[in-house]
């Protein structure tokens, strides 16, 4: 028995990509009138009392990033409490563990928690690459995201005799789930030999091992378990969260093989929700690059260190394997929307836990599902949420 | 007092071009090698690297040396902090006391006079003269199949030594040779071949080396054409074994090359000349040498080597072939409070130990907390220069100023740090476990200014 104190009555999120008609505005908008029609048995927009914004990179990307007020007016909830969480890669995912903590202590009653990401306005060079020569001077200069997980996949290979081919394996099965997802930027199934062809990013890293920039948005309605069934018959439910913090740059880390936010986020989750990695059936980790993935699956209990590779290239994290991992197409190929990000994993566990997830349905055998995100500048901070179907 | 050369140490760039492309792209025919300055090396680095080989040598502590005489044609900055960056890299004493010469290459042999006549004065009993320089030719011009860049350090010292600074000759004549305006970014080679041979190398060189008495052993003699040092050797009947070598290895390094051949002859007994000349004057000055100097036997190693390039490449480093479109400025300005705050910990690699864990945090400024337990009772410690290899990538992509590949190195430093920093070179050579050494290099060129920081270069 967890947390339990808090249901996701509705979510939904808008298909992914590179949307260059639609602005940062639209996109909420569109997030926020997914998540209305998901509600089963429908809801007032004027029950909602709150929302939290999740939104990473506002100011630098040229969105209206200021503070959570733009958002509110955008999407015809204007005057409503609203504020922005921004906490890097899982923004997404924090902003849902403040929105369960405001139902929770019992200020609210229904939430609206929202990301919205506009990762493509500007060009690759002039965005994510323009980081290079952000930060300390010398000490952050020349660091593209990928160098920011590259060299645990270094590392990894060296400790572990973690291959290509096992990097290869996460791409190729999670571009398999993105095939099936309507919402996922890439839809199509890539093979190893495209994989192996594809230009080398950021050594070991190939093009195949990084996750796409994507614009995107999606939401959830968060309300008090005791009043979940004036909403919806079936209700999933927050069963613990975990969020820890680790030193940001890559000279601070004592590892390369583990990641100790992730470690400590999941900690705390699993204590939270009364559960262990074993308990659940499915999870939506954070695949920024393929490496990132094998050491998630690894950091959150799933796998022993160093067997993430081998179990992926066998199959145990796919669809129908032992644990189900990002069966949306992960970041890899759903893609990386950053404050939407986690809000579209928890849709996706939302559907899943639901027997709504179509083509992409897994068995659900304990009704407990989890997500993960991991972020800042080098990994230095995650979040993980555990959501299950057992009635508190 | 005498003053005695306690130990010396050269350096030569990464890069070498044949000078046959040189003449493949312009005509004409030309041989030997040029040594070449990467992206990211210049006069600073390279002084740095040949200060330190010097150091290293004579097991002399930077902290024991007072001064530093600095000769280089070309600063990295014409006004600005250029001795003071160079100090803070070798962690010398913030009390150093020294000058930088420049203005002609005749600026090498007035570095190591000056820094002699400060320790015969008594100023300073240990003293640093470095001359480094890279010459940059314009394309197509007869100065580009024999430039090439070079640097040399002497530690000068009254506590004695083997090999004593003698009797400087020098004479002064106002024609012009070499010359490079405020606002040129290449060397000019605006002089008749005929008259300067014949009006000023033979007549006034020739003066200068006859007037030298008693006669050396060996010369090292300037060669701006590659010719005219055999044709007074012939005249004079002199051994210019010593400056031949260092244009063979490395071409006209400017102010350098008599400098490092000066050097490279200490490796034994015996007294040599050392000639320079430039901005209109002429001078020689004799060492004399009762055995070897330390660091002297290794300097036809540290000449030697260097990655072929194509001369694209070479004229792509030399700057002079850039690319179009709008570099990435730096979130932090060159002058700006964050590097004025790092300027110095960056340079002098510095550390901040946790008296309670012994753990290091990098970069102090940015770390109030020690990273390992969180305390506060920090010190300032200099880093250790050498370390392994913990993880590595090659980052493919980059925006300008970058230039891919760009291997970034996570290495373990023998003292226990663990630093980030860019590596040398491709990055194709790197493995987990490698043994490196962090080496001053140019990360790039912001604004107009120079920006140093430490890179990873592989043991040899």
């Known amino acids: 028995m967890g947390w339990n104190r808090v249901a996701v009555v509705g979510a939904g999120m808008i298909p992914f990509g590179e949307l260059f008609d639609q602005s940062y505005e639209h996109m909420a908008k569109g997030a926020f009138e997914a998540v209305i029609a998901s509600v089963d048995k429908g809801i007032e927009r004027s029950a909602i009392e709150a929302m939290f914004v999740a939104t990473q990179r506002g100011t630098l990307w040229g969105q209206e990033g200021i503070g959570g007020n733009t958002v509110p007016s955008a999407i015809g909830l204007n005057g409503i409490a609203a504020s922005r969480i921004e906490n890097a890669c899982p923004s997404g995912s924090d902003a849902f563990r403040i929105g369960a903590m405001a139902v929770a202590s019992g200020v609210h009653d229904v939430v609206l928690v929202i990301g919205v990401e506009k990762m493509r306005d500007k060009s690759t060079e002039e965005g994510l690459l323009a980081r290079a020569a952000s930060g300390h001077p010398i000490y952050n200069r020349g660091e593209t995201a990928p160098v920011l997980f590259a060299p645990f996949a270094t590392r990894h290979m060296h400790e572990y005799g973690t291959t290509q081919e096992m990097l290869g394996a996460v791409a190729i099965k999670n571009h398999n789930n993105g095939s099936l997802d309507p919402y996922a930027h890439f839809r199509d199934e890539i093979t190893l030999e495209q994989y192996l062809a594809s230009p080398i990013v950021c050594e070991p890293l190939h093009l195949y091992d990084c996750c796409p920039q994507t614009d995107g948005a999606a939401a959830v309605l968060l309300v008090r378990a005791e009043r979940a069934s004036e909403f919806t018959d079936a209700p999933v439910f927050v069963a613990g969260f975990g969020v820890a913090t680790d030193h940001p740059s ?46 998630d699956i690894e950091d959150l209990g799933f796998f022993e260190k160093g067997k993430a590779g081998p179990a992926t290239l066998e199959g145990e994290t796919s669809r129908s394997g032992r644990i189900p991992i990002n069966t949306s197409g992960g970041l890899i190929a759903k893609g990386h929307p950053i404050g939407a990000t986690g809000l579209s994993q928890i849709t996706e566990l939302w559907w899943q836990l639901r027997g709504e997830a179509g083509d992409r349905q897994v068995e659900i055998r304990r009704g407990n599902a989890l997500q993960h995100n991991v972020g800042g500048r080098g990994t230095g901070v995650s979040v993980v949420n555990i959501l299950t179907t057992e009635r508190p | 007092m005498d003053v005695a050369i306690a130990a010396v140490g050269a350096a030569a760039p990464s890069l070498r071009l044949r000078a046959e492309e040189v003449a493949g792209a312009w005509g004409g025919r030309a ?12 006069v600073l680095t390279l002084g740095w690297l040949a200060a330190t080989r010097a150091l290293r040598a004579g097991a002399i502590d930077s902290t024991a040396v007072e001064g530093l005489w600095w000769a280089t044609t070309t600063p990295p900055f014409a006004d600005g902090p250029s001795s003071a960056y160079l100090a803070a890299a070798l962690q010398l004493p913030a009390s150093s006391t020294g000058a930088l010469l420049t203005g002609s290459p005749h600026a090498g042999l007035d570095a190591i006079v000056t820094a002699a006549d400060a320790v015969r004065a008594g100023r300073v009993t240990t003293a640093l003269a470095i001359v480094s320089d890279a010459p940059v030719p314009g394309p197509g011009s007869a100065l580009e199949r024999r430039a090439g860049a070079g640097a040399v350090a002497y530690v000068l010292t009254a506590a004695g030594g083997h090999a004593r600074l003698g009797e400087l000759t020098t004479r002064s004549r106002p024609l012009l040779d070499r010359y490079r305006g405020a606002s040129d970014a290449v060397l000019r080679d605006v002089y008749d071949p005929r008259l300067y041979r014949e009006r000023i190398y033979l007549p006034e060189i020739g003066a200068t080396v006859r007037a030298v008495d008693p006669a050396p052993t060996a010369w090292s003699l300037p060669d701006p054409d590659g010719r005219l040092a055999r044709l007074m050797a012939k005249d004079l009947d002199l051994d210019i074994a010593p400056s031949a070598d260092v244009y063979a290895a490395i071409g006209d390094a400017g102010a350098a090359t008599t400098a490092i051949g000066a050097a490279a002859a200490l490796r034994e007994g015996g007294t040599v000349g050392f000639a320079a000349h430039g901005g209109g004057r002429s001078s020689a000055l004799v060492i004399d040498a009762d055995a070897a100097v330390p660091g002297a036997f290794d300097i036809p190693q540290q000449l030697a080597g260097g990655r072929s390039v194509t001369y694209t490449d070479a004229l792509r480093a030399r700057g002079l072939l850039e690319p179009s479109g709008e570099p990435i400025p730096m979130g932090v300005p060159p002058g700006g409070a964050g ?23 990098t970069p102090p400024s940015v770390h109030p907390a020690c990273v390992g337990c969180g305390g506060d009772d920090l010190g300032a410690v200099s880093l250790s220069r050498h370390g392994e290899v913990h993880t590595f990538v090659v980052n493919q992509t980059m925006p300008p100023p970058f230039v891919a590949p760009l291997p970034l190195v996570v290495i373990d430093l023998d003292d226990g740090a663990r630093l980030m920093v860019q590596g040398a070179g491709d990055g194709s050579d790197l493995a987990i476990g490698d043994r490196v050494e962090l080496e001053v290099r140019r990360y790039t060129i912001e604004r107009g200014v120079p920006i140093y920081g430490y890179k990873a270069v592989k043991e040899a």
């Open chain 2, 31 to 42: 041989r030997g090698a040029l040594a070449v300055c990467a992206a990211d090396e210049d």
């Open chain 1, 250 to 295: 890559l000279h601070e880390k004592t590892s390369f093989v583990e990641i100790p936010a992730t470690v400590g986020a999941a900690e705390r989750a699993y204590a939270m929700a009364g559960l262990g990695p074993d308990d659940i059936d499915l999870a939506e980790v954070h695949d920024c690059f393929t490496i990132t993935e094998l050491l």
């Open chain 2, 339 to 361: 590097f004025v705050r790092g300027g110095e910990e960056l340079l002098g690699l510095h550390g901040a130990r946790c008296a309670d864990c012994g753990v290091i945090s």
